[in-house]
């Protein structure tokens, strides 16, 4: 093997990533450390979160076809109350269902019943937009992780070609051998600022989609109970005006 041979084996294995990692300054590798744990850290919330939401979807589908045939609204539907109690379908089912409860003797006039639906509208939503936003997070550490970490991997690449232009500098050497185990360094940085960034971006889109589309779906099973809710105050209020005939 020559001499030329020998030594582009040698760089080639200068430049593997532990080998980068290793030959890096200080500075360097603090950056390639903090890329590595922020990347570590996004893939667990994606996966939480991905997980999470598609037992919560497919529960949600579930439970909503258990009541086809109506809507329980004085008390909780047994296929809810044997689910788990943390599902945000089931929180709101039942946060709408106590404040039915509380308002049982307030059922009897026209306004009240009017209040009754009111208050149960605004309970229901309110539930929901708890739910949705404990469902939110740590998302928000996606999002930052996305637009961060390219500039974080960039300082690192600056930072490194900085490094690479003082060694050539002080050797007044500029043969590949002496530049490229420096600018490789500087770019495996920007490089894993991307690994970062780019998973962090796309499934924060995603998350956020499959989030929102389960917001509708409790909006509409708020839906659901409220026609139910209204359907049967209305026969109580027929039942009053016969009574009262």
Known sequence: MSDASAASAALAHALTPVELFLQADAIVKTVIVLLILASAWGWTVIAEKLIRLGVLHRRAARLVDSVQDGLPVAS?????????????????????????T???????TEAQRDALQERVHRVGQLAATNAIDHLHSRLQGLATIGSVAPFVGLFGTVWGIMNSFQGIAASNNTSLAVV????????????LGLVA??????????????ISAYGKRLTAFIGVFEVELSRQLSRKGDRNGLRAA
């Open 76 to 100: 909780v539907a047994d296929s809810f109350g044997e689910a788990s109690p943390d599902d945000p379908l089931v929180q709101v089912y039942r946060a709408m269902v106590d404040e039915h």
């Open 102 to 108: 509380r308002s049982s003797d307030l059922q009897q």
């Open 180 to 191: 490229a185990p420096g600018i490789a360094e500087a770019l495996f940085a920007t490089a």
């Open 197 to 210: 960034a780019i998973p962090a971006v796309i499934f924060y889109n995603r998350i956020s989609g499959d």
